[in-house]
């Protein structure tokens, strides 16, 4: 999940680093690897692999070496040759208008992906008390809307509690569960207990029934997203050159097995007819915790995932719009109204907007019957959105290496024409499977699904940053001048 002095990317990675190595000047490989790991992995996704079972190796690794690899890789050099994060990059490629429209997917991605984290923290949380609301629309968006509005207003105080929680969740709410959850399935089976999917070497391949039977492999490469984040970090290694890339290949490995491991020992106890996207992983607890007899357990573990997802959220929650504010600001992209900041420097109107929109969509899981189906589809939006900045990320660095090859680059990734050229072909082959629906959760009118697909990246990831660039004014820029203590 984004950087000029400013973006998203910029804004995450500094808090990761204030708390990782408040005073070093220099960071090592080990710390750059565990840095990046924290920023992307999460138990959260891995219901929706679970249902492939043993397949999900296959499904896992292949966006590792085809996506996340190339656009790890192809961030550092750019991270190591410009400062500004994917605004400036993208700028610099290609043009400013398009860097307006990769921070702008950065921020809008975010307007459907807090409502399926938030999804997944409500189903967890009825686990706690009440686990029949886990599938219950009205709850679900209830929880949404008040977690989200609460979130908000602490994230306006600039409470330093949110860096806290953000640097907590990894252990708390990924680590520890993850191994517990890994633990628990293999004492399972040893016990002579039979898996919910087949574990034969033949399932190691998914069985394709049709382009849709392997649609759910989109919300891979949304699970890898956020690999660049901590690239911003690459000149303050010592040999960048060799320690990056031998980082990136240890994070990745990382962060495969953490999706992998506990996707497999989901599979192994909830049968794939039986899983729910928001719910999967409370279900594979609930059922070994039962078997167990330490059903006790159960809200002890939902509470630690609640708070990881929490901290997650909040570590997002201000940083793409406030890469947004500084750059409609600076430029002149966004009109008055949006740079309106209050004195702590945060962009509140912004917020408040967000939240509007974030409740909108809210409401769609209280209306729709099928909480999973509302869950996927936005997932699959997110993705959608947000590979737009993938995109432009990948053209720029090409252009780069075209119009200014002898600029100073502390990382030169190694054949990166073909590496971008493979992460834009498999970003356009999970851009184009994202409109397919998905075989599991279909049923319903494919036309349908497209037209709120489409609908949702149209209008959020084109259409209105298409209208700031339009409407944009002269008098736009700077016109709320940035408070003192907001030039960093």
Same mark, same amino acid.
């Given at each position: 999940?984004a950087s000029t002095g400013v973006t998203a990317e910029g804004a995450?990675?500094?808090?990761?680093?204030?708390?990782?190595?408040?005073?070093?000047?220099?960071?090592?490989?080990?710390?750059?690897?565990?840095?990046?790991?924290?920023?992307?992995?999460?138990?959260?996704?891995?219901?929706?692999?679970?249902?492939?079972?043993?397949?999900?190796?296959?499904?896992?690794? @292949?966006?590792?070496? +085809?996506?996340? @690899?190339?656009?790890?890789?192809?961030?550092?050099?750019?991270?190591?040759?410009?400062?500004?994060?994917?605004?400036?990059?993208?700028?610099?490629?290609?043009?400013?208008?398009?860097?307006?429209?990769?921070?702008?997917?950065?921020?809008?991605?975010?307007?459907?992906?807090?409502?399926?984290?938030?999804?997944?923290?409500?189903?967890?949380?009825?686990?706690?008390?009440?686990?029949?609301?886990?599938?219950?629309?009205?709850?679900?968006?209830?929880?949404? +809307?008040?977690?989200?509005?609460?979130?908000?207003?602490?994230?306006?105080?600039?409470?330093?509690?949110?860096? #806290?929680?953000?640097?907590?969740?990894?252990?708390?709410?990924?680590?520890?569960?993850?191994?517990?959850? +890994?633990?628990?399935?293999?004492?399972?089976?040893?016990?002579?207990?039979?898996?919910?999917?087949?574990?034969?070497?033949?399932?190691?391949?998914?069985?394709?029934?049709?382009?849709?039977?392997?649609?759910?492999?989109?919300?891979?490469?949304?699970?890898?997203?956020?690999?660049? +984040?901590?690239?911003?970090?690459? #000149?303050?290694?010592?040999?960048?050159?060799?320690?990056?890339?031998?980082?990136?290949?240890?994070?990745?490995?990382?962060?495969?097995?953490?999706?992998?491991?506990?996707?497999?020992?989901?599979?192994?106890?909830?049968?794939?007819?039986?899983?729910?996207?928001?719910?999967?992983?409370?279900?594979?607890?609930?059922?070994?915790?039962?078997?167990?007899?330490?059903?006790?357990?159960?809200?002890?573990?939902?509470?630690?995932?609640?708070?990881?997802?929490?901290?997650?959220?909040?570590?997002?929650?201000?940083?793409?719009?406030?890469? @947004?504010?500084?750059?409609?600001?600076?430029?002149?992209?966004?009109?008055?109204?949006?740079?309106?900041?209050?004195?702590?420097?945060?962009?509140?109107?912004? @917020?408040?907007?967000?939240?509007?929109?974030?409740?909108?969509?809210?409401?769609?899981?209280?209306?729709?019957?099928?909480?999973?189906?509302?869950?996927?589809?936005?997932?699959?939006?997110?993705?959608?959105?947000?590979?737009?900045?993938?995109?432009?990320?990948?053209?720029?660095?090409?252009?780069?290496?075209?119009?200014?090859?002898?600029?100073?680059?502390?990382?030169?990734?190694?054949?990166?024409?073909?590496?971008?050229?493979?992460?834009?072909?498999?970003?356009?082959?999970?851009?184009?499977?994202?409109?397919?629906?998905?075989?599991?959760?279909?049923?319903?009118?494919?036309?349908?699904?497209?037209?709120?697909?489409?609908?949702?990246?149209?209008?959020?990831?084109?259409?209105?940053?298409?209208?700031?660039?339009?409407?944009?004014?002269?008098?736009?820029?700077?016109?709320?001048?940035?408070?003192?203590?907001?030039?960093?």
């Amino acid at each position: 999940m984004a950087s000029t002095g400013v973006t998203a990317e910029g804004a995450a990675a500094k808090k990761v680093k204030a708390a990782a190595m408040p005073s070093a000047k220099t960071i090592t490989w080990l710390t750059m690897c565990f840095m990046t790991v924290s920023a992307v992995a999460s138990i959260r996704n891995t219901p929706s692999m679970a249902v492939y079972g043993l397949a999900c190796i296959f499904l896992y690794v @292949l966006p590792a070496l +085809v996506f996340l @690899l190339p656009s790890s890789l192809v961030a550092a050099e750019l991270a190591s040759g410009w400062d500004g994060g994917v605004y400036n990059w993208v700028s610099q490629g290609i043009g400013p208008r398009a860097g307006f429209i990769a921070i702008w997917t950065q921020f809008a991605m975010t307007l459907t992906y807090y409502p399926s984290l938030l999804a997944y923290v409500a189903s967890t949380l009825a686990y706690v008390f009440m686990p029949s609301l886990a599938s219950n629309g009205v709850y679900t968006a209830a929880v949404i +809307v008040i977690v989200y509005w609460v979130s908000t207003l602490v994230s306006m105080r600039g409470v330093g509690l949110v860096a #806290k929680l953000s640097s907590s969740s990894m252990l708390l709410g990924t680590a520890i569960p993850g191994t517990a959850l +890994v633990l628990l399935g293999i004492i399972y089976l040893v016990q002579g207990n039979p898996s919910a999917a087949p574990i034969e070497a033949s399932a190691l391949l998914p069985r394709i029934a049709g382009i849709a039977g392997l649609v759910l492999i989109v919300n891979n490469f949304l699970s890898y997203a956020g690999m660049e +984040v901590n690239a911003v970090h690459v #000149k303050s290694m010592a040999n960048p050159a060799k320690e990056y890339p031998k980082a990136m290949f240890l994070a990745m490995g990382l962060v495969v097995v953490i999706f992998v491991l506990p996707a497999l020992a989901i599979s192994w106890v909830v049968p794939s007819s039986e899983l729910t996207l928001t719910g999967g992983v409370m279900q594979a607890f609930t059922a070994f915790f039962d078997y167990f007899k330490v059903s006790w357990l159960t809200p002890i573990l939902g509470i630690m995932l609640i708070t990881a997802a929490l901290g997650g959220m909040m570590a997002w929650l201000a940083g793409p719009s406030k890469g @947004l504010l500084l750059i409609g600001r600076k430029e002149g992209y966004l009109p008055p109204f949006f740079q309106k900041v209050n004195p702590a420097g945060i962009q509140v109107n912004i @917020l408040f907007t967000q939240g509007i929109i974030v409740t909108i969509i809210a409401l769609l899981f209280a209306l729709v019957p099928n909480v999973s189906s509302v869950y996927w589809i936005f997932s699959v939006i997110t993705t959608q959105v947000y590979l737009i900045m993938y995109f432009l990320m990948f053209i720029a660095a090409m252009r780069l290496r075209r119009s200014q090859p002898d600029h100073p680059r502390g990382y030169r990734a190694p054949i990166l024409p073909v590496l971008a050229t493979v992460g834009l072909a498999s970003a356009a082959c999970a851009f184009a499977i994202g409109f397919v629906p998905s075989s599991q959760f279909g049923g319903g009118s494919t036309v349908l699904y497209v037209l709120i697909i489409g609908g949702g990246l149209v209008v959020l990831g084109l259409l209105v940053p298409f209208l700031f660039l339009w409407l944009r004014k002269p008098a736009w820029k700077n016109a709320v001048p940035a408070p003192a203590d907001d030039e960093g």
